[in-house]
């Protein structure tokens, strides 16, 4: 019986998948923040370098892998393709369910698949410091490795429900050689207006970008990094997709489902772009999209032009969102608390091309431990979203249906939120209407 599908080294994909050429309609423009017209890539030197610029607006289908990063990713690429054997037979279903397992990257998640390019990028056009946000800490975790590989510092400002809830993320982050602060700090002017107003604040993924921006717009030898969301982040993810390809052909298999868990999108649109264009054609996979009902982007926000912060400095961006504003609950998959989704997801979606589902957090941890007693790996609370979906899809399916889902990241440092599942104390924390209507009511007017 065939548990692990391997890729031969010499398989490996040397480009990474550029989606943009092949969307039609396309993509709605970026936009300035203050003159609110298309933005040019001027606009955006002050935090990204031009390589990372050029790669956002680029209208090449395929980018070579520059070798120091191939370099790098040799490291733990390429992940095996598992059958979930046991977890079928836990549950009864003639369904194949395959999960590409990128927790076994060096910061146990698929981050590093950008976190590696960006810092090489950065490194060439001289850079010494990047700035970040993270919320669960796994993209903190994945910068700081990645910086620590090309020799820049790295200061990471992490949501602080976040930073309360899973320490070890923060001695992970430190031991790389990276500094890390919990958001709002009282180290920038985006953290310490949020303070004024709330001193006990838990933050959101959207403050920790304002205070990362800002540190980085203030300082001539640094520049910002995103883990999610633009469209070069997803670019580089597009390396996992693209081997299950290759894993899948291996097999003798075709996708019938592809399963992902959404926060920016990067980790599902690594996964599902590579097969957009068969999908363009009325063929290929469905594709699921799995978030929290404690902040359901994709499920009940709006398709509108938004700021990727709170504070209001970041280009605005045609997304799904719930406002800049919105506070979300403080839920145990933090990396999924963000209040907008990747323009490109949030694009497939509006084009009926993604199927998006949302669920309680008890209801993902039951799946997880389920996974857990078969399969025998701890999933991070993120990707136990997908790990639910897939066993939704699987006892929906017709016998030989295949579903991949992607396993996004262990959850070695998540063990408070295994705990406190254990003992019965995990709130299904749900989004507040109110507070939606609130923060999308301060969204900008914009008709494009």
């Given at each position: 019986m ?6 031969p ?39 990204f ?32 393709l ?119 604040s ?71 772009l ?120 699987a ?16 959850g ?11 003992q ?14 609130n ?10």
């Open positions: 065939d548990y692990r599908i391997n890729l080294e010499q398989e490996m994909p040397k480009q990474w998948y550029n989606v943009l050429p092949d969307l039609n309609p396309p993509l709605a423009p970026p936009l300035d923040p203050v003159t609110h017209q298309p933005l040019g890539p001027e606009k955006l030197q002050a935090i370098p031009m390589a990372v610029i050029e790669q956002e607006m680029s209208s090449q289908r395929w980018i070579e892998i520059p070798e120091p990063v191939w370099d790098i990713y040799r490291l733990f690429r390429p992940t095996p598992v059958r979930a054997h046991r977890l079928e037979a836990a549950l009864g279903t003639k369904a194949k369910i395959y999960y590409k397992n990128e927790s076994l990257s060096p910061a146990g998640s698929h981050k590093p698949n950008t976190a590696i390019a960006q810092a090489y990028y950065n490194k060439q056009e001289g850079v010494q410091r990047l700035t970040t946000e993270t919320g669960a800490g796994q993209w903190g975790t994945a910068l700081s490795f990645a910086c620590k590989m090309f020799g820049l510092e790295c200061t990471v400002y992490m949501v602080r429900c976040s930073y309360e809830q899973k320490p070890y993320r923060g001695i992970l982050i430190r031991s790389y050689g990276a500094e890390v602060f919990p958001s709002p700090t009282d180290k920038t002017n985006a953290g310490r207006a949020v303070l004024a107003e709330n001193p006990n838990g933050g959101s993924l959207g403050l920790a970008i304002s205070e990362a921006v800002e540190d980085a717009a203030t300082h001539d030898n640094t520049k910002y990094s995103l883990g999610s969301v633009l469209n070069h982040v997803l670019l580089h993810q597009t390396i996992t997709g693209l081997e299950v390809q290759k894993q899948l052909a291996l097999a003798g298999e075709k996708p019938d489902v592809l399963v992902g868990c959404v926060g920016g999108g990067s980790n599902f649109g690594g996964l599902v590579p097969f957009v264009p068969e999908k363009m054609h009325g063929k290929g996979p469905r594709f699921v999209a799995v978030e929290p009902k404690a902040c359901p982007t994709l499920t009940k926000g709006e398709f509108r032009y938004d700021y990727g912060d709170m504070a209001k400095m970041t280009p605005l961006l045609k997304m799904h969102t719930l406002g800049s504003g919105y506070f979300p609950p403080p839920i145990h998959a933090g990396g999924l608390r963000y209040h907008g989704d990747a323009p490109i997801v949030s694009h497939l979606v509006d084009q009926g091309m993604v199927e998006p589902r949302s669920y309680y957090q008890n209801d993902v941890f039951e799946a997880a431990k389920l996974f857990l007693q078969t399969e025998g790996f701890l999933p991070a609370p993120e990707t136990s979203h997908a790990i639910k979906a897939a066993i939704d899809v006892r929906e399916s017709d016998p030989g249906t295949v579903i991949v889902f992607l396993y996004s990241g262990h070695l440092l998540d063990l408070g939120a295994y705990d406190a599942y254990n019965g104390n995990l709130k299904d924390d749900t989004f507040s209407e109110c507070d939606l209507q923060a999308l009511a301060t969204c900008p007017k914009i008709n494009i």
